[in-house]
């Protein structure tokens, strides 16, 4: 079984700060985990993706992730935000063998970014 | 090239009556999802096909629900008998092949369901 738990549905930031945008997951098996991004009216985009190479992943954008077994987490970050950043943020995780696991992505309930000017 | 297609963009049909929404995949891809999202959450897994073959339909909510794939490419998501809880987006995903988890899906814009 897999799930996703993103903490803070909105999360607010000025033009120019850190952005930290929390995940963290539950798997049984090895997992892929995966940032996207939704616009208003526009479809969801891939940011970045881990697949058990490196385990700090940089995307598009000037957003990177570090995959921290650990802690179960996959925090999606970027130094400095940009207005045109404001959008609704979703993890989610996919993954298991050749004979088990869901092929499909299960997505966290996303956060939604404002950047404040 | 073209990205994921799905049509129509919206939908409005009353309680009771019977819609199909369409997925028009990227050429070359072997697999298919579909997903529904509802105001304020994540998107949910409904049905996974690669090819032709539903390889996982363990995302649909109840046996009103139903999709095909006949060739490969274009699939349809059929709803029978729409409920007000049925409202929603529904997205339709595909990626080169689905035999692995890590494989990019790529989104197309939805298709709004109102049940009214």
């Known amino acids: 079984a897999q799930s996703v738990t993103q903490l803070g549905s909105h999360v607010s930031v000025s033009e120019g700060a850190l952005v930290l945008l929390r995940c963290n997951y539950s798997?049984?098996?090895?997992?892929?985990l995966f940032w996207y991004v939704q616009y208003p009216n526009q479809g969801l985009q891939l940011l970045l993706k881990?697949?058990?190479?490196?385990?700090l992943v940089k995307g598009i954008n000037g957003f990177e992730a570090e995959f921290k077994k650990s802690e179960t987490s996959f925090h999606l970050t970027k130094p400095s935000a940009h207005m045109s950043d404001a959008a609704e943020y979703f993890c989610?995780?996919?993954?298991?063998?050749?004979?088990?696991?869901?092929?499909?992505?299960?997505f966290g309930s996303g956060t939604r970014l404002q950047v404040q000017p | 090239g073209a990205g994921v297609s799905q049509t129509p963009s919206n939908k409005v049909t009353e309680k009771g009556k019977y819609v199909e929404l369409r997925c028009d995949p990227i050429?070359?891809?072997?697999?298919l999802y579909w997903y529904r999202q509802s105001l304020g959450q994540g998107p949910e897994f409904l049905i996974y096909?690669?090819?032709?073959?539903?390889?996982?339909d363990s995302g649909l909510p109840n046996d009103r629900f139903f999709a095909v794939r006949p060739e490969g490419s274009v699939s349809t998501l059929k709803i029978q008998r729409t409920e007000r809880g049925d409202s929603a987006v529904y997205l339709c995903?595909?990626?080169?092949?689905?035999?692995?988890?890590?494989?990019?899906?790529?989104f197309g814009p939805g298709t709004r369901l109102t049940v009214l």
């Open positions: 995903a595909s990626s080169l092949d689905g035999t692995s988890g890590y494989n990019e899906q790529f």
């Open positions: 798997s049984s098996v090895p997992p892929y």
């Open positions: 881990y697949t058990s190479a490196a385990t």
């Open positions: 989610a995780v996919s993954g298991g063998s050749i004979y088990t696991g869901r092929r499909a992505l299960t």
């Open positions: 050429s070359g891809h072997t697999a």
């Open positions: 096909f690669q090819g032709t073959g539903a390889a996982d």
